[in-house]
């Protein structure tokens, strides 16, 4: 392909293919997929007697907030370590925001025998969508015992995007 711009060097500026996206000389452009991570593990469950308990990712992690203005794409749960302990019977997650605490996976078992990557194709919210700001929750239940008898999970929460460029 030939484009109409002349990359500068390093750290030159290269405000000739700025000006190309802006006018719309380059229409398209190559945008590599972005994927928020964080891990989950059963400490980071407040202990108590409940069966349930719901967890707001960006208030228990400060530090490693969703980003904003993006295109939110594939949600998938990585179990490494699946839950267990006590007399539990059954552990399930449901991944999504307040809006919807299941929009990106419906309840699905993390109990012993889990194991790879777990998502649910068709959760409300599954498909790809702007997000100016999304805050993702998980919600955990149990069987049987407590949320706090769960031992040994660790999870991986993943979301791929796309940030959406503003160019203008």
Known sequence: MDFPVKLGARNGGNSRLIRALQSG????AFVGNWVWVQRLRETDFTPDADTAQSLTL?????????PTNVIRENPLVYVASPAAGGSLSAVTLEFG????????MTSTSIFTGASGFLQTTGAAEFTSRFEAAFDPTVDIATTSDDVDAIEGMDLWLMIQFTPVASVG
Request: proline share 14%; charged share 20%; hydrophobic share 45%.
């Open 25 to 28: 000389v380059i229409r398209d």
């Open 58 to 66: 960006s208030t228990l992690f400060p530090a490693n907030p969703f």
């Open 97 to 104: 925001d307040a809006a919807d605490p299941n929009g990106l």
